[in-house]
């Protein structure tokens, strides 16, 4: 097949597109105004049944050419939408908005091609403005800034390191070894959020077993390269019953991203500048050495009087360090730098934006650096057919240092693990390092030298086509079609020169890793609208999708390297791996929303898929969908009073999380000895019956509004059930293999999602917008057909994850000194936020996020770590056991029970808080419209008990086993100020 | 109107059967998968099983050498970044072995691995008709023989928990036996390669079988290991008979057999092993006991080297690095000269033969610079002497342990903290219960 053919259809209807008739025109203008009758700038006032529209200038005025009669919607962000009947003898129209306090009539993406008012919503769909995204004091990364924002959602960042590296888990685990994290799709285009491994494996031996590649080599996840500047709007499909539409690619929901677009009128320009700086939010602190104390690292009294000796000479010498400080204390500079420029005429509208961001780490020769181009073009073609372009490039580069777990001594942490105060481990005068007396690596060594670099080139393009067909009084039937690609190559480059301690045995080690990815993906769909009278309307749609993948790794580890090299050719040694995935799904759909009486909204929907990567290629999977709502106060049953709005409604979906690639095969992998070419089977069994794992979500909820909006309650109850959940079961080893994708049972999800949004002030001078979430989730496995065995973190003496019927599935288990207990849960009791808004006169604004996660505990490793490194901080104190030294105890632990490894990971967090001003009655001469100056801290406050560097980390990635806590980069925190300028 | 939705809902339609014809199926796009080797395997990819298998034999080697060395207190392992070592290997506190950690999952499901590769190569030599019966011969006995070694490995570990024999079909794995018949099931399985190789033509490349590559070779690399089995099953005779048929003799090189060789080759692998001198943070160092218990002059003293500074971890310290294997490409002993001598030595005292027990006991005392043997000639003596001979000249090579625990001995090992333990066997693996 062809790629041309892809784009059949929209040939095929360009070309058979019916003739138009052209009513008689006539131009009419208008003002759209407040409830106080302030003019209301980029209100959108669009003829109904046509792609044809205009926008408020900055008086609220408006100029259209619409035939004889016609009906206009006029709408605008926090009012409520008005239809309005023009005709002809009608010249000045006055429309006066009411606000939208309740966001009822927010459109809100329902279907691929269609999308449906909040008022009539049968889900719960979160979304995130651009304001509280990137408006309050912004993160890195944009998966950073999602964190804490989405009621429902269980968000970990897994690393302190630049770059991002974010977890998503909506609604509870949906997957336990398959992909637990949602699909990203941006203006249209479905964007990978592979994370690639740079390597590392093949120094920090972190996972055993000879890989260069191994979840524990910190990657970030390639979602982060997209820019949260750009971004309009995030919905978020939590479950099936609101995502079902799309597919295979579902089950973890789906996130839809909305980029800015230019809007007619007066081109704007903004231009805005962000300095800030960026410090480790804690730091553990180290064990303060006495000659005694120094002694003890020895049991050999000779070596111990050396130590006690060498204590006393540095303390005399006035070079006792702390190291953690010196390596994890500094202050990074951050700097970030944006230019848009958007507008538009009748027929094109552009928003134009380039952005580059700059920040340092708080380790030494670690940061950050994004640069990003957006275009996005709007072009009416004729008053029927309009066509959307959004084009995207990002140069993403981060420098991730060596954190984490390793086996070799030399991830930053574990190599501070082991080093006492009195280690001298400072550079001479020629700027030679010292080999660390008491670790198989010096920090301060592996930081000047070495390189951990992810660099990534990435094109996004999505392409947007919506035709009308035909029309007439009643039917109104749209082609649209939408689709694009996502191109990115990523250069991983981890250099380790053969000067480092480590290297002893390598002489240097350079690992050069290409991928390259692209996916692409389209839907051509047809819609229709019928309107048989003002009580009833149906929308029809229906249309074929396809999603492609293809991608290409190719990973070099050279070692013996020619000093001052980096080209894998300049060296003694040479491994090469290389990994290509495939695949190719298919879908048809079809999808029926119907409005009675303005009330009831029944939608219902079908969606047939198949994958490249099932066992069965030719089987299509059907995804069924249905939902209702009911709208009391609509239909009058309820009246109006006390009560603004009020709607019951349920929703019910299905979807499926397609197997990884290759899990149908048994492969034999290569495994060489002088020269010989070796196959060695893999140890991971392959099953050619392997199914997708299937997801039905079934959601009810009520809301309701108060105090004409002011006041608005949602309360949602979900049961999301995971049939034939996928898992890389452990098998017998003696069968050869050690895994096996398996459908290994089914799992549960149930929940209750709160949510209030209120406006309790709301006079000229002040206003004040709160909403406030609450959120839980309880998982049960409820079948599972293999033995349970723990997996996910390093076993039952450290305390492991491990899925059970009858259990939760993140349930943590290890030895509790009378065997094998469960010891905790990673998932969090409950969670809550609230995100605040205060703004006086219209030009001071204070804005907050708080977000608190109750209970979720982790397996903290990092103090076992400095314990047997005799470096803890509270080392010596006694609280743990009476008459025993905690770190003593601690160790004494290991091997009876793991108790003491599990931690409460409970927090409370000022996530963000921004104080901004605007000055927005400018001279007219000064050219300048406003100018906004704010500050903001991301990250300052966080009350835990927890006890390592931070309760959100991850050691094994984006995974199922998150909270796993092994010297992870520390997490920081960050003071920014900043500075807007619009033209 | 309505007619005009239903006609385009047709095309919509139409155009998705149209690309339902195009279904598509990728394939393995990055190694070859089994179904390839079953179907008619040819000889090069019959040769590429040969050394996958050679390779895997590789694999995690050093946690079985640190199993066995740590808890036949040869030495220890210190490791910054991980703790088990000094922990459960050695017992510290209430630390037991666990059937879940790497100590004992890694090294087990290592060689059950190339046990698989075995089973495969012998299934895709059977159903290939590209190559003569002979041919087909020597790729079986190769596969059985490495397959008996893999096997032997584990029942070391897991001791009377034993291992599974017959794990041809993974959906049905063959029950576990205890360590007699694990022995006897092992020793069959050499038998029966001893008789493929009886009319195999080997033409296939092996790394580490220098002189020992052909077909008569491979029956004394056969024979060597069947006699260490026999030794183990107490089949004295049976020893005998096996270093006959082997590579066994006393006036040759200590270091004749066969080995585990690495490089720095594209997808090989090193030798996990080595630690240079003097590390810190990751060091492999000898029990105190090695240098103490050596006897004067015995130049084995070597296969350790004085480190500059002590090294300690949570209450161990030891002055000396291994230096058994001293670069990153240094071969690693599967089974050599020296054992069989001492094999030969084992069998002739539990046969009461002495005086050529003794013989054969001063062969490896003078070759280490010791006197010949002047002790009492009773079997205590000679064993107490056999097992000192055997602790020094296959340090770290996997023994002592086992030796110890095949005569009763575990108890004489000494105990360095307060608490710790010797285990006299692993668990079975989690996955296998």
Redesign the interface.
Known sequence: ?KKAFHF??VI?FLIFLPDWLFAQEKTITGKVTDANMAPLTGVTISINKSNKGTITDADGKFTLTLPATAKLTVSASGFKTKIITADAAQNDIQVKMEEDFAKLDEVVVTGLATNVKRRNLANAVATISSKQLNGVAPAQTFDAALNGKISGAYINSNTGAPGGGISVKLRGVTSIYGNTQPLYVVDGVFIDNTATSGGLNAVTNAA???SPTSNQDNASSRIADIRAEDIDNIEILKGASAAAIYGSKASAGVIVITTKRGKQGKTNISISQDLGQVSARKLLGVREFTAEKAAS????P??GA?LAAQFTAAKTAGQIYDYEKEVYGNKGFARNTVLSVSGGGEKTNFFFSAAQKDEDGIVKNTGYRNSSLRLNVDHRITDNIKIGISTNYINSSADRGLSG?????T?IG??L??TPSFAQLHADQFGNYP???????NPLQTIALMTNNESVNRFITGLNLDAI??K?N??I?R?VARGGFDFYNLETNALFPSALQ?Q???KGTSIQGATKNLSTNYI???V?S?TPSDKLSFT?S???T?ESGDYYNLLNVA??VISGQSNVDQA?????T???????N?G?F?QEEAVINNGITLTGGVRFD?S?NNGD??KYYAYPKAGVSLNLTSLGLIQKGLFDDIKLRAAYGQATNVPAY?SK???????????????????Q??DASIKPEKQTELEAGIDFSLLNGKLAFEFTYYNKKIYDFLMLA?????????TKWVNAGDLRNRGVELGVKAKPVASKNLTWNTSVNFWLNKSLVTKYTI?P??QGSF???LG?FQVEQGKSATQIVG?NGAGVGVLGDAEPKFQMNTYNEITFHNKLSLRFLMHWKKGGDNVNLTY??ND??QTSPDFDAMTLKAGMPNGIYR??Q???SAKVFVEDASYLRLREIGLYYSFNKLPPALFIKNIRVGASLNNYLTITKYKSYDPEVSNFGTGFSSGVDVDPYPASKRASLHLAIDF | ??H??YI??A???A??IF??A?????G????????Q?LGNASKS?L??????????M???IA?YLDDVGTIGREGYRF??????YV??LLG?????L?N???YI??P??AR??????C??LILAATNSSLISSSEKSGYIGFARTIKAYQLLLNLNLTYTKG??IN?TD?DN?GAFVNYDDGLTAIASILDSAKTDFATAAVAF????FDGLNDAAGLLKVNRAIAARVAAYRKKWPEVLTALNESFFDVTKDFYLGVNH?F????????NPM???KN????VRVAHASFAADIKNGDDRINKTSVRN??A??????S?RDVWVYTS?TAPLPIIRNEELILLYAEAKINTNAFPDAVTALNVIRLGHNLAPYAGAITTDALIAELLYQRRYSLFYEGHRWIDLRRYNKLANLPIDRTGDDVWTEFPL?????
Do not use: H
Not at chain 1, 435 to 441: D, H, L, Q, T
Not at chain 1, 730 to 738: C, H
Not at chain 2, 205 to 208: D, T
């Open positions: 097949m059949l259809p095929l055993s077993g000879g690292l020895s049991r050999d000779s070596a050396a777990n390793d086996n070799t001594g991830s574990i190599a693990s082991s080999a660390n007396p008491f670790g198989a690596s067909l035909q007439n009643n039917s039937t082609f480590f002893a045995v390598n051509a769909s047809l229709n019928f029809t229906a249309g074929i396809r070692t013996q003694g040694a040479l491994t090469a290389q990994f290509r995935a495939k695949y190719q298919d048809v079809v198949r490249s290629v030719k290759g095969f048994t492969s034999l992998v290569v495994s060489n000895i002088a020269g010989n070419p070796g196959s060695l089977v893999n140890i069994r392959g452990g098998l017998p080893a003696s069968s050869g293999f050690s033995t065995v723990p076993g039952y003496v492991s030895l076992l770590q047997f490194g160790i004494s290991v091997g009876s | 109107m309505k005009s939705k385009y809902t095309i919509v339609i155009t998705a690309f339902s195009c279904k598509k199926d990728y393995n796009l990055n190694s070859p998968t089994i179904e080797f990819e040769n590429n099983l040969v050394s996958g298998t050679e390779s895997g590789r694999n995690n946690f490791s910054g970044s991980e703790p088990r922990t459960d510290a506190n209430d630390a037991t666990s879940s950690n790497f999952t890694n087990w499901a059950y691995r190339v046990v698989k590769n089973n495969i291992i599974r794990v993974p794995l490349p092996l790394a580490g060789v490089g720095t080759g594209s997808g090989d692998q090193l080595f630690i240079p590390q810190s943070g990751e500074s002590t300690s971890l949570n209450g161990l310290s002055d990153s693996p989690v996955t296998e219960q």
